[in-house]
């Protein structure tokens, strides 16, 4: 229905990726998002050895036979764990047709990766990486706005200011993200000159997706405000839905707390816990603004049906203006 340079350059059927999210975008929501025809990469950060990495890759290979991609995490690298080089040879050993780089410059990366005959997506949220992304030579350009959930940089532009202002300076194909949920964010994200988009939040309120149902519930009540921007003062703002436990964090920040006083309210296995034990107040959730425009959780076919469907009759309103 929409063939894009995304659809072809990835070989996917629609133009969409359910963006990588952390622990959570494993093979359980890899498969069903790669039979509805969309692209999920899982998090090679959260499988530290050569064997999970093969065994993942194997998971979603009993699911489906659908292209799906795997997030490089390039943030620097501290203490013993496998270095962001060591993580590639095993995507590469593993067979994964598709690898998004983030969080760090993709030149080293780019030549291992483009010679393995990979598909090479670079993630990023200011107009300067884009650019840097564009030298790199690689294959698409991911942007986010700063209503996005997850981590939308420092700056704080909105998809309708950024999306054009990356597209101003590059000629990488661009996938767009941050807000993006229904027909008409879609076609917004298209019309701005992206070749497809990256839903992370709206996809979290899916049947399929794996977190605690307290979630999914809590998220059809709030509103678009109810989201904060966490460890701004660290320098890494996070996008999370509001709570009294991220009230306190922000409140500690603007006191001046230090990374060592914050760490046991920010802490990534505290979170990964209670995304399944349904721990809504206690814990940091990343969530986009975009949540207050949620009000169902279908399935992941029907939602991704639903937005082209939404996308098509808005194509064809415009075609008769
Ligand atoms: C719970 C959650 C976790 C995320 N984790 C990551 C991540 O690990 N790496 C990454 O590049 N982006 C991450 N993101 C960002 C998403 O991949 C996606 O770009 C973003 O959610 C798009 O904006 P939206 O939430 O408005 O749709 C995360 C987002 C959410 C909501």
């Not at 996917?12 to 359910?18: A, G, K, S, V």
């Not at 999920?40 to 292209?67: G, N, Y």
């Not at 307290?214 to 996008?239: D, Q």
């Not at 760490?263 to 809504?280: F, K, Q």
Request: hydrophobic share 40%; aromatic share 6%.
């Amino acid at each position: 229905m929409f063939k894009t340079e995304m659809t072809e350059i990835l070989g996917i059927q629609h133009p969409i990726q359910c963006g990588t999210m952390m622990a959570l975008t494993t093979s359980e929501i890899i498969g069903p998002i790669a039979e509805a025809g969309c692209l999920c990469c899982f998090p090679s950060a959260s499988f530290d050895t050569r064997e999970a990495t093969l065994e993942e890759v194997k998971k979603i290979r009993d699911l489906t036979d659908k292209p799906y991609g795997a997030n490089l995490n390039l943030f620097p690298h501290f203490g013993d764990g496998p270095s962001p080089e060591e993580r590639l040879d095993w995507l590469i050993e593993a067979g994964v047709p598709i690898i998004e780089t983030s969080g760090g410059n993709p030149n080293p990366f780019r030549e291992n990766i483009r010679s393995a005959g990979i598909k090479h997506i670079h993630k990023v949220a200011r107009v300067r990486d884009a650019v840097k992304a564009e030298q790199a030579g690689v294959d698409m350009i991911s942007v986010v706005g700063t209503e996005c959930g997850g981590h939308p940089g420092l700056e704080e532009v909105g998809f309708i200011v950024l999306i054009p202002a990356v597209l101003d300076v590059i000629k990488t194909p661009l996938i767009a993200g941050g807000g993006i949920c229904d027909g008409r964010t879609f076609m917004a994200a298209l019309s701005l000159g992206a070749c497809g988009v990256n839903i992370g939040t709206r996809f979290m309120n899916t049947k399929e997706f794996p977190i605690h149902e307290n979630f999914k519930n809590k998220v059809i009540e709030n509103t678009a405000t109810e989201t904060v921007l966490a460890m701004k003062t660290l320098g890494n703002p996070a996008r999370v839905m509001k709570t009294p436990w991220t009230d306190k964090i922000v409140q500690m920040e603007n006191a001046g707390s230090s990374i060592e006083d914050l760490v046991p309210l920010i802490s990534g296995m505290l979170s990964r816990e209670g995304w399944l034990t349904g721990e809504v107040e206690n814990g940091m959730y990343s969530y986009g603004q975009v949540m207050g425009r949620i009000h169902d959780t279908p399935t992941v076919k029907e939602l991704v049906d639903r937005i082209l469907a939404e996308a098509s009759e808005r194509r064809d309103c415009l075609n008769r203006l």
